[in-house]
């Protein structure tokens, strides 16, 4: 059972930056993928950005440059640092991981991640 604890989130002017923060109860560089993902209010929840155990990135395309994800494997923590923040930003933001595992495929996609964070509320106003 992997848990992972997240933190970071809260409130800013469009044009803001915010770090989330997830801990994983696991060693994140060997054999698990982790990702971030977010679900505003009436809408499906989607991928932002992922990495895999080997450091590979993966980003939604929409993010356009203004997230970064990255990790600390001696804290066994992953971020995601966040720029340049838009109202269409706001939303609960999920981490994620899955594993032990050798391939990180699919890893944009919520349906094959089975452990999540609590959620963070990220909310960015014009």
């Known amino acids: 059972q992997v848990q992972l604890v997240e933190s970071g989130g809260g409130s800013v002017q469009s044009g803001g930056s915010l770090r989330l923060s997830c801990a994983a109860s696991?060693?994140?560089?060997?054999?698990?993928?982790m990702g971030w993902f977010r679900q505003a209010p009436g809408k499906e929840r989607e991928a932002v950005a992922a990495i895999a155990s080997r450091g590979t990135i993966t980003y939604n395309a929409s993010i356009k440059g203004r997230f970064t994800i990255a990790r600390d494997v001696s804290k066994n923590t992953f971020y995601l640092q966040m720029n340049g923040l838009q109202p269409e930003d706001t939303a609960i933001y999920y981490c994620?991981?899955?594993?032990?595992?050798?391939?990180?495929?699919?890893?944009?996609?919520?349906?094959?991640?089975?452990?999540w964070g609590q959620g963070t509320q990220v909310t960015v106003s014009s």
């Open positions: 994620a991981a899955r594993g032990p595992m050798d391939s990180c495929s699919g890893s944009m996609l919520a349906r094959v991640y089975n452990f």
């Open positions: 696991v060693d994140i560089s060997s054999r698990y993928c």
